[in-house]
């Protein structure tokens, strides 16, 4: 049974910095594009960020580009989401996704593409 599991969340200044993390089970990530998303209250769900089964290839929001960066830790069987700078439109419910479309060859943003998500973990920045 595929599990992920989001944590690292919490509540933050802005400017300030959070490492989200995503550990997966019943799943090898070197095998799965994966990708993380984020819903704010009274919003749709958005693509954050992406990247490859190789990791050579991801994929980034326009909002969160150059503040992001998206990792795995094969060892571990995890990926996470490096975010810094981060501003009070930050916050929102985080969620880690895999995708074995295409077997993993794109960092997708669509979230049509992903097939296994997490729970979410939250993030509150404040002003």
């Known amino acids: 049974q595929v599990q992920l599991v989001e944590s690292g969340g919490g509540l933050v200044q802005a400017g300030g910095s959070l490492r989200l993390s995503c550990a997966a089970s019943g799943l090898t990530v070197s095998r799965y594009s994966m990708g993380w998303f984020r819903q704010a209250p009274g919003k749709q769900r958005e693509f954050v960020t992406a990247v490859n089964w190789s990791g050579r290839g991801t994929a980034y929001a326009d909002s969160v580009k150059g503040r992001s960066t998206i990792s795995r830790q094969y060892g571990e069987n995890t990926v996470a989401l490096q975010m810094n700078s981060l501003e009070p439109e930050d916050t929102a419910v985080y969620f880690c996704?895999?995708?074995?479309?295409?077997?993993?060859?794109?960092?997708?943003?669509?979230?049509?593409?992903?097939?296994?998500w997490g729970q979410g973990t939250q993030v509150t920045v404040s002003s």
């Open positions: 996704a895999a995708s074995l479309s295409s077997s993993g060859t794109f960092a997708y943003s669509e979230e049509n593409k992903y097939q296994h």
